[in-house]
């Protein structure tokens, strides 16, 4: 059995250096890997390229890495709700490469899966199609679209196991499973760590092949963009 | 003239028993709060659940259940999990029957703009456009002018565009019409107290009016 446990982010990331190309798991503040983006923070590394479907918020995420200028590029879906973002992109400090979220999701799938390129009908006809290939299969139109990996992918799960066999909890999971795939090297840190044969094999959501590093993560903060409840008027 | 919660509540008469539907983000996802609760729907949430449920109470938030829009949801009997690429699959795949989600512009051969604003803020499109290219049905919500005066469906799309030729009903704060297979939007129905006339001037896009047109029902 491959043990994969590491001690934390610090030792997780002790290899990583700058101008590295990330993806980052997460749909807006939930399923982020919080531990590991502090620990960015800490070590200062500069000139990435964060593959991540949001940048996350002023002062929580993506975005605190956003604010020490270590981010040189963003490639996402969406980046709304982040103003220090709109700053450096208006300025042209930061580059930022908008992509549909489903074609998002597929060229990392793919770049997990070993395919290099594939169709989709998303985008055709708009700006997002300018230079690309346009096929028409059985009367409609699609576009080629490449996969996407990464130096390093960073995941956040709710359980996972020292062989990196990992559990998601909630809609925590979205763009984690295929970034998982898609990293040269792969860390997750997860909220609980158990031992190997306690997680039901049945349940697994990421098999352990995917992950080169995992870790036990502390004092998840896990913050809420939008706290809507059954009373609040919309 | 209806207000948001009135578009929303015309979009909601749309649903049909049995459907899967995606709501975008804004007057969309108020239209769940008037599915007739007779009906069996399942809502699809784009980062990764089938059967969204109601806001929570405060025990019930939890932070890693929200939906597309980033609220703190809920989850119905009978719900699933899955990844953002499962998710897509669905909707790619033409699962996902009806989209329903907010327009700046929509053009008389059904292109929908609403992603981007140049020179303001780009926020990105999301799903979006993954969305329009995809799902069986497309009804958009929207107003049917600008704070300004201006038509919001019109000839051909200013704005850049989120997909060709996939809108197929509108309903606005003034009227339902369909996107007609050739191009032009045909009348169905008039909000309350808003005449054809108003509807006509209000409509910079080829509209066909086909004999009395009635006022909406709720």
Not at chain 1, 52 to 63: E, K, L, Q, T
Not at chain 1, 157 to 166: I, V
Not at chain 1, 183 to 209: F, M, R, S, Y
Not at chain 2, 129 to 154: F, N, R
Request: neutral net charge; glycine residues 12%.
């Amino acid at each position: 059995m491959i043990n994969k446990v590491v001690a934390g982010a610090d030792e997780a990331l002790h290899d990583i250096g700058n101008n590295v190309t990330l993806m980052l798991g997460g749909f807006g503040l939930c399923g982020i890997p919080e531990n590991c983006i502090a620990a960015l923070l800490k070590k200062g590394i500069t000139g990435l390229t964060c593959i991540s479907n949001n940048a996350g918020v002023d002062d929580f995420g993506i975005g605190l890495l956003l604010k020490t200028r270590q981010v040189k590029k963003m490639i996402s879906s969406y980046v709304g709700e982040n103003a220090e973002f709109e700053r450096q992109l208006l300025s042209g400090e930061l580059e930022v490469e908008l992509i549909p979220q489903g074609t998002l999701a597929e060229r990392i799938r793919a770049g997990g899966a070993g395919i290099p390129a594939f169709f989709t009908p998303a985008g055709v006809g708009t700006e997002i199609a300018q230079g690309k290939e346009v096929r028409t299969f059985e009367g409609k139109t699609y576009l080629l679209e490449h996969w996407l990996r990464a130096d390093f992918s960073i995941v956040k799960a709710w359980k996972g196991d020292t062989t990196g066999n990992l559990v998601y909890k909630g809609t925590a999971r979205n763009f984690n499973p295929m970034m998982a795939a898609a990293g040269k090297i792969t860390i997750a840190e997860v909220e609980e760590l158990v031992p190997a044969g306690t997680l039901d094999p049945n349940q697994i959501h990421t098999p352990g092949i995917y992950v080169q590093r995992i870790f036990e993560g502390k004092g998840y903060e896990k913050r809420i963009e939008q706290r809507t409840l059954a009373s609040t008027k919309v | 003239m209806l207000d948001k919660t009135g578009i929303a509540k015309r979009i909601a008469r749309e649903v049909k028993d049995g459907m899967y539907i995606n709501l975008g983000i804004g007057i969309p996802t108020l239209v769940a709060n008037y599915i007739p609760s007779h009906l069996n729907v399942v809502l699809q949430s784009e980062n990764g659940l089938l059967g969204i449920g109601p806001f929570p109470t405060e025990n019930e938030v939890d932070p890693d259940l929200i939906n597309a829009g980033k609220q703190t949801i809920t989850m119905m009997a009978g719900s699933a999990l899955f990844s953002s690429a499962e998710s897509f699959a669905m909707i790619r795949g033409g699962h996902v029957y009806l989209t329903i989600l907010g327009a700046m512009e929509v053009s008389e051969l059904g292109d929908i703009a609403n992603w981007k604003v140049p020179g303001k803020m780009v926020k990105g499109m999301g799903g979006a456009m993954d969305l329009v290219a995809s799902a069986k049905h497309i009804i958009v919500a929207m107003q049917h002018c600008s704070k300004e005066g201006a038509s919001k469906l019109l000839k051909s799309c200013t704005l850049p565009i989120t997909g060709v030729r996939c809108v197929k009903r509108i309903v606005s704060d003034m009227a339902v019409l369909d996107v007609l297979p050739e191009g032009g939007f045909k009348l169905l129905e008039r909000a309350p107290g808003v005449s054809t006339e108003q509807i006509k001037n209000a409509t910079a896009g080829r509209l066909v009016i086909d004999g009395e047109i009635a006022e909406m029902q709720f």
